[in-house]
């Protein structure tokens, strides 16, 4: 079984200004990883993910996260954040023995991007 | 394509009332999803379906039933409505290799009084 914890449940930020939202997980399994973008009153879409390959994953509207294994962490960065920014991210997990390609998510940061 | 669509987008139920969340996929993706939304816990998985014919559970199935007739249709059926029943309803899907992106629909909001 895994787990996902986001650390912060809010961010609050300037526009133009850097961002970081935390993600660790703890899995007794190798994990593909995940970042989920849910806009108000809109269903999630995928931001960016983690299946293989190089650490660093760079996905839509500018956003990366960084996998550190032994950290256990998939931290998502973006270097400039807009007002259209603002939305609820979701980390998620899936492990690679899943046989339905089940997602376990963490409860969710909700970055508000000020003026 | 339409990708994944769920009715009805609102609904307010009183205790014991029944009812069922549609969910329709035109991608035909063989894997089907259904998730609640509390506010600050994410989303649970209540049940999945790898196939027609095949479900099965997930981390919070209690108090729901689903089916699968058909690829592209997977309902979620709430017998005996409760207060803790009371959340948001998305509905999700995915093909069973490759990335393991879910597509998710709009969501249905659910209010049990």
């Known amino acids: 079984a895994q787990s996902v914890t986001q650390l912060d449940s809010q961010v609050p930020v300037f526009e133009e200004a850097p961002v970081e939202l935390r993600c660790n997980y703890s899995?007794?399994?190798?994990?593909?990883l995940f970042w989920y973008v849910q806009y108000p009153n809109q269903g999630l879409q995928l931001l960016l993910k983690?299946?293989?390959?190089?650490?660093l994953v760079k996905g839509i509207n500018g956003f990366e996260a960084e996998f550190n294994k032994s950290q256990t962490s998939f931290h998502l960065r973006k270097p400039s954040v807009h007002i259209s920014d603002t939305a609820e991210y979701f980390c998620a997990v899936s492990d690679l023995d899943n046989a339905g390609n089940m997602l376990t998510f963490g409860g969710g940061t909700r970055l508000m991007v000020k003026p | 394509n339409a990708g994944v669509t769920q009715t009805p987008k609102f609904r307010i139920l009183k205790i014991g009332q029944s009812m069922t969340l549609q969910c329709t996929q035109d991608?035909?993706?063989?894997?089907m999803y259904w998730y609640r939304q509390d506010p600050g816990m994410g989303l649970k998985l209540i049940y999945y379906?790898?196939?027609?014919?095949?479900?099965d559970k997930g981390e919070v199935p209690n108090g729901y039933n689903v089916s699968r007739s058909t690829t592209e249709d997977f309902p979620l059926r709430l017998e005996l409505a409760a207060p803790s029943q009371t959340s948001v309803y998305f509905c999700?899907?995915?093909?069973?290799?490759?990335?393991?992106?879910?597509?998710f629909g709009p969501g249905t909001r659910l209010t049990v009084t």
């Open positions: 379906s790898v196939g027609a014919g095949i479900t």
């Open positions: 899995s007794s399994v190798s994990v593909y």
């Open positions: 999700a899907s995915s093909f069973p290799r490759g990335d393991r992106k879910q597509y």
């Open positions: 991608m035909n993706h063989n894997y």
């Open positions: 983690y299946l293989s390959g190089s650490t």
